[in-house]
Structure formats: structure tokens, C-alpha cells
């Protein structure tokens, strides 16, 4: 099935980008997996209703924009794109079946992954992603009962914890492995006031609530028989390595736990495309030119899945690809070149408050030291810190190597929750900055999918 313009994410990123086209008479494909459209930040409520801090009325507009273009939009919710071949060629499962697409441009706009870190017993029955805990909330109405306490770093952690709090819920203590903001940072961050004012915010409303706030501290273990009972905290140095001396006990049933976002960089990887580590945007992301093409022609990249930037740059980035892509394909664009120029505008001082805000809470190398030996990295396969060490040792030295030997990210997840863990683990063993070791591997097909739908797609199989 051929169409010319197919998007894949409808967050903010790529609905946006939809409608930009739409306004000018383009249409196009909208893929995404998620039953909604919206994307990670501007979930529709399921189930219940639970009244949620910093509720965006942006998510409602976006979908009646969508549904308003449905002649122009072809939004195809519950579909997963599970490879990408040259051309490029699509491979979507969907709930009826699987089919092909071979779009003449394709627009990746798969947003954010969180980061996870690995701490002793945070396996145990009661520890959730930050992320986690907001969907359940979010989306569902379902939220924690008893004392919970939230961990990690970044907006994200203060977000959650005061959305819970906020909705009744326990939250007893933060526990930040960045300190207090400086001086300097906040100037950064005031390049975009109305951001740093929701920041001081969340923080107003945890003092109100008496959530008492630990800096400069991380989880180093969740302890627990079979729940979550108590977590152990301790003090963190400069690199977030946790420090000797006095640990202190919290009492807990449920525990959040992240580490900031990263891309989620699969398709645009198994698309071909050149990627570089980037700490501010989040680590690994695709490189992109000025019009957001990619390395590979016709392939263009938007939003948090080409790099950490927040929903206000996603949605700029949609205005922006919807203009220039326009002008490629010919037509005139509804889109001003005024409304593509404040949106570059805008994105100039997100980048600096970006710059600041990873300044204060960018992720650092020393937080994955607080796995031990028996620590489970990779949770899917069953691979313990040691048991990762002991194949470094053996000299299975790079990721492809250490994936062969260990079977880490080889499993449900495809090295999503692990990754970044054992690519700190390759770099603290061989010396080599994880910007300089090569990127971790992805394989089709991406998530899980019957026989049946990959028979069906088999003869299509590039060369056959
Ligand atoms: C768990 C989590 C919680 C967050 N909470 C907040 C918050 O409360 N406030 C805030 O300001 N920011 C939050 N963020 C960040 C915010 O979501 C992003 O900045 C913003 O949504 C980026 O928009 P986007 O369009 O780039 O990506 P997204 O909104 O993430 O949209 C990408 C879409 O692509 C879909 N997708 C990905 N891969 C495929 C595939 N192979 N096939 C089909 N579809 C695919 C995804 O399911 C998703 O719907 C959160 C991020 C995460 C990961």
C-alpha cells in the first residue's frame, strides 16, 4: 500500500506534524500504537476520573483537530510499526493483521523512553517507573495506597510526586540524586519562565504536604519480602556514585523510580539513519539537519524520539516539519512562514532551558555503580550485574559481543529498561566513554508478534 507522507507517533510531535500538513491540503498516515492519540503526555482518561495536577486541555485540541481533518488524516490507532526497511518499507501490526507501507517521506515521532537504574531489590512486587505510576494515574484513575516513596531525578520526579500528592496519595519522601538547583541553572531555566514557575510549583506544593525532599541522595536498595517494605537511602557524590558513611531507612510500600528520559531511537535506527550521543538531548539521538531530514533521504525525525526536548519543542517541531515538508512536496503552505519562524523562536529558548535544566538533573555515570553483583539488569532474560561482569572479564567487550554472550536485551523488552545500564557497564570495565562505544543493536521485529502476521509478511521480505 503506497501513501505518501506516513508519520509514526501521534504525540505531540506527529499529530502536530499531521495537522500542519493537513492545513495544507497534504494528506497522510498517522501510526501509532496507543489507542489514542496524544502520545505519552496527553493521555485521554479510560478509566475513573481523578483530578490530576497540570492538567493540558492541548491533548483534547489535538484530538478534535485529528478527527476534524479525518478526510486529510488517516489516523491508525493500535498500530505498531515492527520494522523498517530501505525505501523505506513499513512493517505495521495491527489488530486485525499485518500490513506494508511505502511512503514516499516518513516522519518518525516516537517519542521518549524513561531511563531505569538498576538498584538491589527494586524487582520486588511494588516498585514502578515514575512514568508507570502517572499512566496508572492518569489513565486509569488507579493510584498507590500507603506510605509511597518517589526517586530519581529531573522535572519528571517533582511532576509525578506533586500529581500524587496532590490526588491524596502518601508520598512521604523524594529522593533527588541532583542537588539544589544554582544560581546559573535557574538563570537558564528562567529563559522560559512559565516552565520554571511549574517547576517551583510542584516543589511549593510538596512543602505543603510535607513531603520531606532528600537531595543529593539516591535509593541504593529496596528492601522487602516479597513487597516492598522499606527503601535505603544514601548520600551521592559529584558523579551520583554513592557515598560512604550513614544510610537512612524509609519506610515504604510502593516505590517510583526513574532517571530522566531518553529517545526512544528504534525506528530511526532500523531505518538506517546516522546517530550521535548527545548527554543533553538524552544520550543516543539521530542526527538531523536543519529541516529535520535525517542521514537516510526522505526520512525525517521530530519530537523526543530525535531528542529529549519536551512537549513544547515536539509540538514546534510538528509546526516546523509540516512547513518545510510542504514546501518540498510543492504545495502552498497554510502554514505561515511567520508561524514557522516563532516556532524556531520558541525552540531557540527551550534549547537553553533544556541546556540548564540537564545541567542540573542530566543523568551521571555514577548512579549505575549502585548495582551489585546480583543486582537483575536485564529483567526479561534473567542477566545479573555479575553475570555481565563475568562476560566482560571473559572479553566480550562490546555491546554486540556482551548481547551474543549474555542474552541481555534480547528479550521482551529489547534492551528498552536495560540498556543504558549495560552500556554503563561496558564503559566502567573497558575504560571507553558510552559516547564512543558502538550504539546498541535493534532487531525486527520489534515487539512481539504472532507467526501468522510475520508469515503473512514474509514474501515481502526485501529481495524476494
Ligand atoms: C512515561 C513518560 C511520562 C511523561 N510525562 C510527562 C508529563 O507528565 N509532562 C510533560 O511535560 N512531559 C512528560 N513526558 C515527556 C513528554 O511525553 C514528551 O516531552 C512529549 O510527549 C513528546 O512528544 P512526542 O510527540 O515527541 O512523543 P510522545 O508523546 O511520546 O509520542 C510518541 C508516540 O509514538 C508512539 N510510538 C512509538 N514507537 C512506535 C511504533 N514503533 N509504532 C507505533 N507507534 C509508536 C508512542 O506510543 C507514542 O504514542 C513524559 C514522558 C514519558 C516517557
Redesign the pocket.
Known sequence: MSAKVVI????????NAALALARSGIASVL????PHA?????RPREGGRLPLL?ADTRGETLRQGLRHHASLIDHRSG????AVYPGPRLWVAAPDGAYELTPEHLVL??????VTVPVPGWTLPGVY????L??LAKSSAIVPAGKVVLAGTG??LY??AAQLVSAGVAVTDVVDAAGFPTAGQLAGMARVPALLLRGIGFELTLRRHGVAIHRRSAVVEVVGDGAVREVVVAPVGDDWAPLPGPRTRLAAGVVGLSFG?RA?T??TQLAGCDHAHDPVRGGWRVRREADYATSVAKVYA????AG????D??LAE?TILGHGLTRRLGATAAILDAEATEAQRQISSLTLFRRALHDWSGLRPGIFSIADSRTMVCRCEDVTAGDIDAALDRGLALPRGLKLGTRAGMGLCQGRTCGPAVQERIARHSGVAVPELPMPTVRVP?RPVTAAMLASLAPKLPGE
Do not use: S
Not at 38 to 42: K, P, R, S, T
Not at 129 to 132: A, E, N, Q, R, V
Not at 308 to 311: A, C, E, S
Open positions: 509514526v507517533g501521534a504525540g505531540p510531535a506527529g499529530a501510526l501509532d500504537d496507543n496524544g502520545g505519552q503526555i496527553f497540570g498500530h505498531e510499526v515492527i515521532a516516537t517519542g521518549a523512553v524513561e517507573t515514575l512514568g508507570g502517572q499512566i522535572p519528571l511532576l509525578v528520559l526512544n528504534e525506528l521530530i519530537g523526543d524520539g529529549i526536548g519536551g512537549v519543542t515536539a510538528g520489534l
